[in-house]
């Protein structure tokens, strides 16, 4: 039954079927792991005298008076109830449902269940759902789970369709050994799933939450282990002299910082060992990680191997080249790039230049992994900006050398507790220092009546010789959204608010070729305002940019937000980050509170888990990793820690499993294992 397609269920069609399909439930495996977002409390009675203002309530009570309709214009009609219970009176209203009045019947007695407004010393309860006392109760008396939608599809759909497949399928086979189950005091899983979509009571739900979200970390942590393990059971034959990595420290015309000394002696120590690398290098924007990195491939190229940088972008490629360039050049280290835009002539060269090894470090884009590069001797992988890759991306890469050694460097902060899920399959060091004298950008929040200010702002940063960044968050007008888009508000830019200045339109859909242009410009000061999306989030370093305004800023994640900032404030000059709120709601301001209060990645990193919950945390998908379907990374640590504990003692052996729970678990972690290397 769980591999059947969902519209073998009644009331599921080819229609609703499509509709499930949208938000990735295809079987009814999928619809029964489709757990809810949410819960309304409806078991609690409320006197119609106690309702408050704003709270959505339960209340029972008689119908007083026959449904009234009031045509309030062509195309909105209300129609009103006036109900009562011991302890009051309220109206119950509803909005263009001429079937209200054969469904309610004056002198009847319902369970009411809707938001409660004031007005004067009226009540009303807006638009409830009911049923009748006496009748079995479906929609009220009970705790509803809440579930995330698509558009077209409703609550009472996916309510009505997980709870036929619950009565249809057998009990859930188990997924955990008994012993384990026994000694972390967890629900059985045909339980957990069965509870955790209609739970009897709160206490139930947490019980039910807390298997489940076990289960999710445990397969992903042991089958990240699992990667992890079979990377260290390979033995490494490149044998780096880490000493080089001080004649390069020695060589540099700047000092490192305490943080960046720690991170290489952390790296030289796994270079020296038998076994390849495995590292995450976490540091936040500007904090130093490409010199680390640097120091790694001196020594790497020194000992007579290779070494290759992956970046997600070309704009970033070319970036690391020129810099690369400087500081290997005058030791005759020779470096290449490899991006896909290069011409095939160039391609060719390249290639050939990397097998013969007459590059010593080779800088690019996915284009490094395509299957005409052969490299002599690679023995030392880094890729930058890791949530943009995958697992499988860095073994891609791998596999073009003999087990060399990985470095993997993410300017995205994530506390350490997290990463050690994210990235279980590495060792984690984490540059927590940015470089002296660096000044922290100045974040303000605005709202359209600071408009006209910030364009004489921007006009006299850029009389002054600066350069502009402004972000939006759409390419193109659509019906559904009065977000700022950016080719309209390009235009309008360039041609009514700042026509004396040199403006540029940057976006994702742009040809390759077009963008490296644009950017190549804006680098070279050729462009005043580069109004773009968030393709600019992502590596782009041009000095003398110190001003960014970033347009509904209430449409980003707190973590995107402070990446865009990170695209100012590289020179000398005070860099200054104003953000156009748009969003009314709780989150909104929090987000606009943190942004303006702090500049420490790691801190906000923790404040975005905190808002987001449960889901992904990068925005984008986390390349390679399952999202999260019930696990909150940030609120379940204390199950992350058990589950820690579980991990080592099923490594270790500590609990002692049958044979048949051993090959269930196996089957499982293989399954995710699979998932991840794709």
């Not at 609690?44 to 007083?64: G, L, M, Q, R």
């Not at 109206?91 to 469904?103: E, G, L, M, P, Q």
């Not at 698509?150 to 050994?177: H, R």
Request: proline share 3%; net charge neutral; glycine share 6%.
């Amino acid at each position: 039954m769980l591999n059947k397609p969902v519209n073998v269920l009644s009331g599921i069609g080819d229609a609703k079927a499509k509709l499930f399909a949208r938000i990735g439930i295809y079987s009814v495996a999928d619809l029964l792991l489709y757990f809810p977002r949410d819960y309304e409390d409806r078991t609690k009675i409320v006197p119609i005298f106690e309702a408050n203002d704003s709270e959505t309530v339960c209340i029972k009570a008689t119908v007083f008076s026959a449904v009234s309709e009031k045509r309030i214009s062509k195309s909105l009609s209300l129609y009103n109830a006036d109900l009562v219970d011991e302890s009051g009176k309220i109206t119950a209203t509803w909005f263009n449902n001429k079937y209200i009045k054969n469904s309610i019947i004056k002198g009847n007695s319902y369970t009411f269940y809707g938001k409660i407004k004031k007005m004067g010393s009226k009540k009303f309860i807006e638009n409830p759902i009911f049923e009748k006392i006496e009748a079995k109760q479906l929609v009220t008396g009970k705790i509803v789970p809440i579930y995330p939608l698509t558009a077209e599809l409703t609550q009472k759909t996916v309510q009505k369709a997980i709870a036929s497949a619950l009565e249809k399928c057998p009990t859930f086979k188990e997924t955990l050994p008994r012993s384990l189950i026994e000694k972390y005091n967890l629900l059985g899983f045909d339980e957990a799933v069965r509870t955790i979509h209609f739970p009897a009571d709160f206490d139930s739900y947490s019980r039910a939450r807390r298997r489940l979200v076990f289960d999710e970390l445990l397969t992903l942590s042991l089958a990240l282990s699992k990667i992890k393990t079979s990377k260290t059971n390979a033995l490494q034959k490149a044998n780096i002299d880490t000493a080089y990595t001080k004649e390069f420290i020695n060589s540099l015309p700047f000092s490192l910082t305490t943080a960046q000394t720690k991170v290489i002696d952390e790296i030289c120590d796994d270079l020296s060992q038998n076994v390849p690398m495995n590292r995450l290098v976490q540091g936040d924007v500007g904090s130093g990680k490409t010199v680390v990195a640097a120091a790694a491939m001196y020594a790497c190229a020194k000992s007579g191997y290779q070494s290759a940088l992956m970046v997600p972008t070309e704009v970033l490629a070319k970036q690391h080249y020129e810099s690369f360039k400087k500081m290997m050049d005058c030791h005759n280290i020779n470096v290449c790039l490899l991006v896909g835009s290069m011409s095939a002539k160039e391609k060719q060269k390249a290639y050939e230049d990397i097998k013969n090894g007459d590059v010593d470090i080779i800088i690019g884009t996915h284009a490094m992994i395509q299957e005409g590069v052969i490299y002599k001797s690679l023995a030392l992988v880094i890729t930058d900006e890791q949530h943009r890759f995958g697992v499988g991306h860095r073994d891609s890469i791998a596999q073009k050398g003999d087990n060399p050694h990985i470095l993997v460097m993410s300017a995205t902060p994530i506390p350490r507790t997290l990463a050690l899920i994210l990235y279980g399959d590495l060792d984690i060091s984490i540059i927590d220092e940015l470089p002296p004298g660096r000044k922290s950008v100045l974040t303000y929040c605005v709202d359209e009546k600071m408009r006209e200010r910030i364009f004489a702002f921007i006009k006299k940063h850029v009389l002054n010789g600066r350069q502009i960044y402004i972000v939006c968050p759409l390419i193109e007008e659509t019906e559904s959204s009065d977000l700022k888009n950016v080719t309209d508000y390009a235009d309008m830019l360039g041609t009514k608010i700042f026509p004396e200045f040199r403006c540029a339109l940057l976006h994702g859909k742009l040809k390759s070729d077009v963008k490296e242009d644009i950017m190549t410009r804006f680098k070279a000061g050729e462009i005043d305002v580069l109004i773009s999306t968030t393709v600019i989030e992502v590596g782009v370093d041009v000095a003398n940019a110190n001003v960014m305004i970033i347009e509904n800023a209430e449409r980003f994640g707190v973590s995107q937000l402070h990446q865009l900032r990170g695209r100012v404030g590289r020179g000398d000059e005070q860099s200054y980050c104003i953000l156009f709120n748009q969003g009314e709601g709780e989150i909104a301001k929090k987000r606009m509170q943190i942004m303006c209060s702090s500049n420490d990645g790691f801190y906000i990193s923790e404040q975005d888990l905190m808002l987001r919950g449960p889901g992904d945390f990068f925005g984008t998908k986390q390349h390679g990793l399952p999202t999260m379907r019930i696990a909150n990374l940030f609120n379940d640590m204390d199950i992350l820690k058990e589950v820690q504990k579980a991990v080592s003692e099923l490594f270790d052996s500590t609990l002692h499993l049958t044979n048949e729970e051993t090959n269930a678990l196996e089957k499982k972690i293989s399954l995710l294992t699979d998932r991840i290397l794709l």
